[in-house]
């Protein structure tokens, strides 16, 4: 690596002072690096500001869909790279006091979020596995049929095990129960019992028994505090840019969090944003209708808040009423109901397939931005350190 | 059984009816013996017979003179038989679930790696249960490590029979008729759901723990050695034969149905356990950067090297395109981190500024730092055939011994300034012999070079301590002619009794401060001395203390006797100051 020579920033004693409002940034002897570097500072709070704006913006039927949650991710990724380049521009002052320790921290968390990318990813797979049951009801219940005993007999099937897969762990065992008494099945075989149960818990987590979704988003966001006036004034408005991307970073993960499947889910996390970032307010509301969305009776025990996932419940669960009510032979009216129900799943169906794949890279990318810009951090924090 | 009808068509009928009685029969559903008996586990003219039933429905569904009532009949009774085949499938799958035989796997597995350590530095690890398993693995390995030479790809991979075949007969003559019917998808399901539990539990018994990144970032590095060594082994057997076998499994399960189907039955299969194979991987190469990771590190990245390969083999279908992708990010993360470690290093070297010299001139912090990765300086010729990682580990060694150079001249006191060198320079030798990686890489004309070093080190000490020392004790200049007291001057020889007892007062009361770390290399040094010290001052009492007793206070120049000389170099280079010479009766 080639030995880098970092000049120090010329007239550092006359720093301009960037401030929360514009109309007071004021600077005793303005530099035109000391203006870029502010304009820099101001650009990226603008950009942040305007891509959650236009999240915000979203429709509640929208709030939390896979397109939507795409978007979140991209505009992560931006945000992301112009933090990036904020510190390269001013890596002079990255191992200065006290912003090598804010940014240290700002690694420390960024890491802890890598482990929610790998706990998304295996959720996404849970939910391909969805698709995959699915597929089945749709295959059974396909337009092309004729709707008979056969082909419900073996929707059903697939419905029971859907319902179950989807259910909350901890609610599985008894709902087992009452499915078998339910769907007036005797299952001695011990064979039947290793399927019910076994096969829809075979996806295990590749996380331990003991790691926590919710404990690693409290992790991220402990301490997290808006940066006081005499840090601001020290790390020349950069202590701003940090908590910023902290804010962000926090947000994205919990969102993340809130729609994909995971072990042990947890909601809770403080968010408290003073209002003078003009970013503070889309990510605020964007907060409370994802937990007022939660504490809809009919999600509160969902296993993810992702919108497809609602659609994919709302219409499994009424295929399987009809299932179950099923009179043969079919009276045209329920026929055609039936067959709504199923378009609305394939549908739905569709928008999984096509967006999943692009989804799992989505959160690798940003996996992998993570992981560089931390390598990248920490080197020239380190290398700096050692040109003393 | 039935008397041959005359027409097609009736008798086609009959067929169907006993098709169908066949099939209704085996509705578990509805019959209690239906449940508690499978087809496949009994009678092979039963199998037969339901399978021809299923084969009858099936054809009488694709004739085209058909009414729509009676579709509506086979489709019932397909889904009946579908449902029942699905029920056999699984239960002969789960029947056959056996775990597989950890040390017959290890005993198979060809490849051994150069940097992998030595089989005798195997260590404890933390899975009681699985110490057996451990030490059949690692003998199976040092055993065969002899018989292979350097196995080439695909060569190294070795499937396993996971089922007997006429348990995968069975299966493949189920799922023919599943695929057939339009129920591919939940014969998919079906193998899929017990399969993956057959790989977890095999997996979990080659000793894989679920670690996040965080749980590694917060392990020790002697933990984190444990487990890569541990993930070397495992990576291996997983890929070469436990997934592979797997593949092969659905290959022929799904014969002759096209490569998709078997594809998406293997990625169900094996994309858990493979993805928590490479975040293990993955969670090493973006861990925090230090010097004493490199070498594991390097192991690591060669291991993954030479899987490739296999893994693209193993992993060669479009549904597994993520998990190439990230082993091969993962190899170029580790390639970068011990490239990052190396420069980071080499930088610490060349600009460690600290310009206090070592206390007691032992072993600067940076040497036993870098007791990892060493060696001195050498000729361009002697570079060659070398590789680059041993030329980069050279360059750094020459630093080091440049930035000690420059250390020992801190030193007011040369005699320490050459203690300093030795201690060092001894060091890194040791390390170097005792690394068998490390010695092969620097190669021993280096090795000889140091040690070349280290001896003119020793004889520089000597020199500056001891030549003045042994100057008092010098035949020349104590004889002078002509006088009456048979040729030695009295005078000179006092002086020279008092310069000798106070230079190695002194000598004894600094050098003693002085450390010498390695018992070995500090009694090497004390015998030394002792060898020129001891035979001098004996012969020297020896031809001259007549002159001292016959004159006044000879107690004053004779102060020390042989013993006490002796037992005074025992003192020195402990590192801590002694009180006075011990002084006892002179002889």
């Known amino acids: ?388 | 059984m039935e008397p041959p009808e005359n027409s097609n068509a009736s008798g086609g009928a009959v067929a169907f009816e006993d098709a169908q009685k066949i099939i209704l029969r085996w509705d578990s559903t509805v019959s209690e013996e239906a449940r508690e008996r499978m087809i496949f586990e009994g009678d092979r003219d039963e199998v037969d017979r339901y399978l021809k039933a299923v084969d009858d429905i099936q054809k009488s569904m694709s004739s085209t003179s058909i009414s729509d009532d009676q579709d509506k009949v086979n489709s019932t009774t397909i889904q009946i038989a579908m449902a029942r085949l699905e029920d056999e499938f699984r239960n002969i799958l789960l029947n056959h679930t056996t775990p597989v035989e950890l040390d017959s796997l290890a005993a198979a597995d060809p490849s051994s790696s150069v940097h992998s350590s030595a089989a005798g530095e195997y260590e404890e690890d933390d899975h009681a249960g699985d110490d057996d398993i451990q030490d059949q693995i690692q003998r199976a390995d040092s055993s065969t490590s002899n018989s292979s030479a350097s196995y080439r790809s695909t060569s190294s991979i070795r499937e396993i029979d996971l089922i007997p075949q006429e348990a995968v007969c069975d299966l493949q003559s189920i799922a023919k008729r599943m695929i057939s019917a339009g129920y591919l998808r939940e014969c998919i399901q079906v193998y899929g759901g017990v399969r993956k539990s057959a790989v977890d539990s095999n997996f979990k018994r080659l000793g894989f723990e679920k670690l996040s990144i965080g749980d590694i970032q917060r392990l020790e590095w002697d933990a984190l050695e444990t487990k890569i060594r541990r993930w070397i082994r495992a990576a291996k057997v997983c890929i070469r034969i436990l997934f592979s076998s797997e593949k092969r499994l659905c290959e022929q399960i799904f014969y002759g149905i096209g490569t998709a189907v078997d594809d998406a039955c293997f990625m169900e299969t094996v994309k858990g356990p493979a993805i928590q194979l490479f975040n293990f991987a993955e969670a090493i190469s973006i861990s925090r950067r230090s010097p004493e990771k490199m070498f594991k590190i390097l192991d690591l990245h060669d291991t993954l090297m030479d899987l490739m390969p296999d893994i693209e083999v193993v992993f060669e279908s479009k549904s597994a395109d993520s998990i190439r992708v990230q082993a091969a990010e993962i190899l170029s993360r580790l390639a970068e981190a011990a490239r990052g470690i190396l420069s980071e290093f080499e930088n610490a070297v060349l600009r460690e500024p600290s310009l206090v010299p070592v206390p007691g001139g032992t072993i600067h912090p940076l040497t036993r730092y870098s007791g990892d990765s060493t060696t001195p300086d050498m000729e361009f010729a002697e570079l060659e055939g070398k590789t680059p990682l041993a030329i980069h580990l050279i360059w750094i060694i020459v630093i080091l011994q440049f930035n000690l150079d420059g250390k020992s001249k801190h030193y007011k006191d040369v005699s320490l300034a050459h203690l300093f060198m030795m201690n060092n320079i001894h060091y890194i030798v040791q390390k170097v012999k005792g690394s068998p990686e490390l010695r092969e890489m620097i190669g021993d004309d280096y090795l000889r070079k140091l040690t070349g070093k280290l001896r003119q080190a020793a004889t520089s000490y000597q020199r500056a301590t001891w030549v003045r020392v042994l100057y008092c004790l010098r035949d020349e200049g104590l004889h002078v002619s002509g006088s009456f007291s048979s040729g030695v001057s009295k005078s000179v020889l006092r002086e020279r009794f008092k310069t000798f007892n106070a230079m190695l007062e002194e000598v004894h009361r600094t050098q003693a401060t002085w450390l010498v770390p390695d018992n070995q290399l500090r009694e090497e040094l004390r015998i030394s001395i002792s060898e020129k010290l001891i035979p001098a001052y004996r012969s020297f009492l020896g031809r001259y203390r007549s002159h001292i007793e016959s004159g006044k206070h000879p107690e004053n120049y004779m102060k020390y006797s042989v013993e006490d000389l002796e037992s005074a170099v025992l003192d020195f280079f402990e590192g801590y100051p002694v009180s006075q010479l011990l002084r006892r009766r002179c002889q």
Request: glycine share 4%; charged share 25%.
């Open chain 1, 1 to 388: 690596m080639p030995a880098t020579d970092y000049q120090g920033l010329s007239a550092s004693i006359s720093r301009s002072i960037l401030s929360l409002r514009r109309d007071q940034i004021h600077s005793m002897e303005p530099t035109h690096e000391a203006s870029g570097h502010d304009l820099e500072l101001e650009a990226f709070q603008r950009q942040v500001a305007d891509r959650f704006l236009d999240l915000s913006s979203v429709g509640s039927d929208d709030l939390l869909s896979l397109s939507w949650i795409r978007k979140l991710l991209d505009s992560f990724l931006c945000c992301q790279e112009e933090f990036r380049v904020i510190l390269f521009n001013n890596r002079s002052q990255v191992y200065k006091a006290p912003l090598d320790r804010l940014i240290n921290d700002f690694f420390e968390r960024s890491v802890k979020a890598l482990d929610l990318c790998n706990a998304i990813r295996d959720g996404i797979e849970q939910i391909r596995e969805w698709k995959k049951l699915i597929e089945i009801v749709l295959c059974a219940l396909d337009n092309r049929r004729i709707l008979g005993e056969g082909q419900f007999r073996r929707a059903k099937k697939a419905l029971i095990d859907l319902a179950l897969s989807m259910l909350d762990e901890r609610e599985s065992t008894a709902a087992l129960a009452h499915r078998n008494r339910s769907f007036g099945r005797q299952n001695a075989a011990s064979s039947r019992d290793h399927r019910n149960f076994g096969h829809f818990r075979s996806l295990s987590w590749s996380v331990s028994r003991s790691w926590s979704a919710a404990r690693q988003l409290q992790a991220i966001g402990n301490n997290l505090a808006a940066p006081k006036a005499n840090e601001i004034v020290a790390t020349n408005g950069i202590a701003v840019a940090v908590y910023t991307m902290n804010s962000i970073l926090l947000f994205v993960m919990w969102a993340l969090v809130a729609a994909i499947p995971c072990q042990d889910r947890g909601l809770q996390v403080h968010f408290s944003i003073p209002r003078q970032f003009s970013w503070a307010v889309p990510i605020l509301s964007l907060h409370e209708r994802v937990l007022e969305e939660s504490r809809k009776r009919d999600r509160r025990n969902a296993c993810g808040l992702l919108r497809e996932i609602y659609q994919m419940d709302k219409c499994t669960k009424a295929l399987a009423e009809m299932a179950d009510s099923v009179q043969f032979p079919l009276t045209e009216e329920k026929e055609a109901e039936v067959r709504l129900r199923v378009q609305e799943l394939g549908k739905v169906c569709e928008v999984i397939k096509e967006a999943l794949d692009p989804l799992e890279r989505q959160v690798r990318d940003v996996f992998h931005r993570i992981v560089h810009s931390r390598t990248e951090g920490l080197d020239s924090l380190g290398r700096v350190n050692h040109n003393d």
